[in-house]
């Protein structure tokens, strides 16, 4: 399965930084589900818990306060004001 490199950082630092399948939360348009070859768009997020599905397939899951996610054509950078896993 495809995977692509997630980055999420808070102002403490590098929260997560590796390859995933796919991550799933809430923007401030509704839920948001990104898989590899997503095309690019930035948007805000709101409050909420955070899944992502890890390249073995397994999952984490983390809760945000809000932030900006950035998809990119090779990167998805999560700048999060607080992110807790």
């Given amino acids: ?15 997560f930084r590796g390859e995933i399948r796919s991550i799933f939360l809430r923007g401030a348009e509704g839920e948001l589900a990104v898989m590899a070859g997503h095309i690019p768009f930035v948007t805000t997020v709101v409050p909420c818990e955070v899944k992502l599905v890890l390249e073995d397939g397994t999952t984490k ?5 809000g932030g900006i996610l950035t998809v990119g054509s090779d990167m998805v950078t999560l700048l999060s004001s607080s992110f807790t896993f």
Avoid: C, R
């Avoid at 899951?61 to 306060?65: I, M, N």
């Fill in 1 to 15: 399965m495809n995977t692509f490199l997630l980055a999420i950082s808070s102002p403490d630092g590098d929260v």
């Fill in 61 to 65: 899951t983390g809760k945000t306060e």
